[in-house]
């Protein structure tokens, strides 16, 4: 039993058929008897996923165990589940305790499992922690820049169209669905249509053309080309080096050549 619960292949296996069994009781009425089957299914599912944790937890200790990042990351997948795992098992209801299955929607995390199985997805992850890192400012001075429009356009707008500036929150996310290129031409042409001012509709229209290009070509070009540009530098380096070090082998050729 023990070389199963530590076997990549069976361990797969389990997290697609899981994610296929979520998948599956989207189609199913609540009290239907296909729900009930897949509703066992998935509870079965979960059961190995508690026994392969404790498999492997006496296999290698809770040391080894517990020093790896996708393992912390199983065992809590495992004590979400728990509470479901226990209702299921035992016959007993409590009711102050049943909105602890609401975290059995949290179930589907488990195929981010799958991820662990692509090859050098830990250089993957690291590359992505770093590109965020790196993109930490340019960020903050995006939302910095969305914020201060968005104020802007909700004095300036809120009046004529609510439904995207009524307020400094909604004008916030509005002014972000321009960013991303999502209906900007819209919310000018309905302005200039509520407005009975010409000078007012045209304003407008150059405002938001203006907000697309600073925010939504400009700003998140930026941010992509920051993100792809740290993504890729491990590369870079690793190429960098290497024509260092072939460099420095031709120069060695050349010397011994000489002498």
């Known amino acids: 039993m023990f070389r199963i619960f530590l076997n990549n292949t069976f361990i797969f296996i389990i ?56 393992n912390i990351f199983d065992f809590a997948l495992v004590l979400v589940a728990l509470p479901s795992l226990v209702f299921w098992l035992t016959p007993v209801t409590v009711v102050k305790l049943d909105f602890l299955l609401a975290l059995r929607v949290l179930r589907i995390f488990k195929f981010f499992r799958v991820l662990r199985f692509v090859p050098n997805v830990e250089h993957l992850i690291l590359g992505i922690i770093r590109a965020l890192k790196a993109s930490t400012l340019v960020v903050l001075a995006f939302f910095i820049f969305n914020f201060i429009f968005a104020i802007l356009s909700f004095y300036l707008f809120g009046a004529l169209a609510p439904e995207y500036f009524g307020n400094p929150l909604l004008s916030f996310y509005s002014t972000f669905k321009i960013f991303t290129v999502e209906g900007w031409y819209e919310v000018p042409d309905l302005i200039a249509e509520r407005s009975d001012k010409i000078w007012l509709a045209v304003l407008a229209r150059i405002y938001f053309v203006l907000l697309l290009f600073g925010g939504g070509i400009f700003g998140l070009s930026l941010i992509n080309s920051i993100f792809v540009d740290s993504m890729m530098s491990d590369n870079t380096r690793d190429l960098e080096k290497k024509i260092e070090d072939l460099a420095a082998e031709i120069r060695g050729l050349r010397e011994k050549l000489d002498t």
């Open 15 to 70: 997290i697609a058929l899981n994610a296929l069994v979520i998948f599956m009781q989207g189609f199913v009425g609540p009290e239907s008897w296909e729900a009930h089957a897949l509703n066992t299914l998935d509870h079965f599912l979960t059961l190995l996923f508690l026994v392969e944790a404790v498999v492997k937890i006496r296999v290698w200790g809770p040391r080894t165990y517990f020093s790896g990042g996708w």
